[in-house]
């Protein structure tokens, strides 16, 4: 079993930065696709960015591109994503997802792809 705990939400001014981290344990962390998703209250959950299992590929929402990056340190079992620029309509809760990887360099977009999900942190972006 994988357990993942999202930290680092909070309450931050359009334009500002915050930077979400993804503790995970429970498994061999460099075998994991990771992926950030947000969901806002009524709307569906929505892609965020992926890093491959070596942190070599990522992909982002068009939504996020220039504005998010997603890192990964296996040493640490973490996963991170740098917002900035941010704007109201990023207000969500933002949750990490992980997904048992094979191919090298393969990420993912998909929430079904995802089998282990944490709770989530929400971020507030006022106006």
């Known amino acids: 079993q994988v357990q993942l705990v999202e930290s680092g939400g909070g309450l931050v001014q359009a334009g500002g930065s915050l930077r979400l981290s993804c503790a995970v344990s429970?498994?061999?962390?460099?075998?994991?696709?990771m992926g950030w998703f947000r969901q806002a209250p009524g709307k569906e959950r929505e892609f965020v960015g992926s890093?491959?299992?070596?942190?070599?590929?990522?992909a982002y929402a068009d939504s996020a591109k220039g504005r998010f990056t997603i890192s990964r340190d296996n040493a640490k079992n973490t996963v991170d994503l740098q917002m900035g620029s941010l704007k109201p309509e990023d207000t969500a809760a933002y949750l990490c997802?992980?997904?048992?990887?094979?191919?090298?360099?393969?990420?993912?977009?998909?929430?079904?792809?995802?089998?282990?999900w944490g709770q989530g942190t929400q971020v507030t972006v006022s106006s």
């Open positions: 997802a992980a997904a048992q990887g094979v191919t090298v360099g393969s990420v993912r977009t998909r929430p079904s792809s995802y089998p282990y």
């Open positions: 890093i491959s299992r070596g942190g070599d590929n990522t």
């Open positions: 429970g498994r061999t962390f460099s075998n994991y696709i």
